[in-house]
């Protein structure tokens, strides 16, 4: 059975930083493309970045220069690091992957990241 399970949010001061880190059950970071979403109040989930299994990475134009995906195949786990923390970039932060023989996107419990003074 497929588990994520985030970690690493936080209140934060505008300007400031936070890793978040997604453990996951078995080889699925090593062997599928990772992404991390998020969700504000009032407003649909959003993909914020993606990782491939060969390593090629994309972002929102929202964060990008700003955040950086990245997987330790060895840990099974993939992180996101922000940096430059803005007000807006508060929300539930989820990581997701696709498994295609299931033919289902699994989904982690989420993360806070509030962006505060």
């Known amino acids: 059975q497929v588990q994520l399970v985030e970690s690493g949010g936080g209140l934060v001061q505008p300007g400031g930083s936070l890793r978040l880190s997604c453990a996951a059950s078995?080889?699925?970071?090593?062997?599928?493309?990772m992404d991390w979403y998020r969700q504000a109040p009032g407003k649909q989930r959003e993909l914020v970045a993606t990782i491939t299994s060969g390593g090629s990475t994309s972002y929102a134009d929202s964060v990008k220069d700003r955040f950086t995906i990245s997987r330790d195949n060895a840990k099974n786990t993939a992180y996101l690091q922000t940096n430059s923390l803005k007000p807006e970039d508060t929300a539930v932060y989820y990581c997701?992957?696709?498994?295609?023989?299931?033919?289902?996107?699994?989904w982690g419990q989420g993360t806070q990241v509030t962006v505060s003074s």
């Open positions: 997701s992957t696709f498994i295609a023989v299931d033919f289902r996107r699994y």
């Open positions: 078995g080889s699925i970071v090593r062997f599928n493309t």
